[in-house]
């Protein structure tokens, strides 16, 4: 699933080079190029993510802080208690 994700990443991030590419006037070709750099960024995070947590789903990982933060928070409310 991240390998999807992160190859649909990089074919827009080239879909945005090629439209710099093509681009009349200088701050549209920034523009592009800039927007095609946010999505190779987008898609090393997504790597690095993966890396880091030593799993194949970056939808597991939000899963997982998710459910500490509301097991945190279930602590919280009974020390209140």
Known sequence: MDDA????????AR???EAANQARGHDL???YSEIAQQWRDLA????????????????SLFA??????VG???????DGL
């Open 5 to 12: 994700r992160i190859e649909r990443f990089l074919v827009k």
């Open 72 to 78: 945190q928070e279930k602590a919280t409310r009974s």
């Open 15 to 17: 879909t945005c080079e």
């Open 44 to 59: 090393s995070q997504v790597r690095l993510l993966r890396k880091r947590n030593n799993t194949t789903s970056v939808g």
């Open 29 to 31: 070709q920034l523009m």
């Open 64 to 69: 997982g802080q998710t459910l500490a933060a």
